[in-house]
């Protein structure tokens, strides 16, 4: 276990501080909390459990095209405070996703380490696509809804090197808000 650090202590003080105590941050907490997960999910992953792991979780962050924050999560094991072990989707695995977008287009990148492109199965629906990968031991599915809609005839996908780029344009404004009547 790592030693754990006095507040009293003045080893970092002199580079750190208390910097990130002026934000706002409790990292004792914070990581108090997250060690606590940790052993709680490996004691429930070793009682009457034949799953074993790697048990995958982590979030990516990014500044979306409005400038507000955006959080996405990954891995094989969903948040949440209860039954982290018994909610493991054992077998499937989140790819680590990234996509970006301009007016007229949205570009969807997702990870797909160790599947050969005849074991992707990639679906568009308006507002939504899904990825379902399976070779051999690796599963992967992810799904990503927009709040738009997409143009599904004009969907391209490429892929190369475990990485699948997708890249579908958006419906035009001009489209959705329907015909323009003259008034007499």
């Known amino acids: 276990m790592v030693g754990k650090r006095n507040k009293d202590d003045d080893w ?7 910097f990130f105590d002026d934000f706002g941050f409790d990292f004792k907490r914070m ?6 997960i940790f052993e709680n999910l ?29 959080f996405q999560e990954f891995g094989n094991v969903p948040s ?7 909610q493991l989707e054992s077998d499937t695995r ?9 007016k007229d287009r949205v570009y969807v990148t997702v990870e797909l380490p160790g599947v050969s492109k005849e074991n992707i199965d990639l679906k568009i629906s308006e507002r939504n696509i899904t990825v379902d990968a399976k070779e051999e031991e690796r599963k992967y599915h992810k799904s990503i809804d927009f709040p738009y809609r997409i143009l599904t005839e004009s969907t ?3 892929f190369k090197n475990g990485i699948l780029d997708v890249v579908v ?3 035009s404004s001009a489209s959705m808000s329907g015909k323009s009547v003259k008034i007499e």
């Open 31 to 36: 990581n108090e909390k997250m060690q606590r």
């Open 12 to 18: 970092d003080d002199s580079f750190f501080g208390d």
């Open 80 to 86: 949440g405070r209860r039954g982290y072990a018994n």
């Open 156 to 158: 391209t996908a490429k």
């Open 42 to 70: 490996m004691k429930e992953s070793n009682q009457g459990s034949d799953e074993k792991g790697p048990f995958v979780y982590g979030f990516s962050y990014r500044v979306g095209p409005d400038g507000r924050p955006q």
């Open 94 to 102: 989140e790819p680590m996703t990234d996509f970006n977008e301009d």
């Open 169 to 171: 344009s958006k419906e």
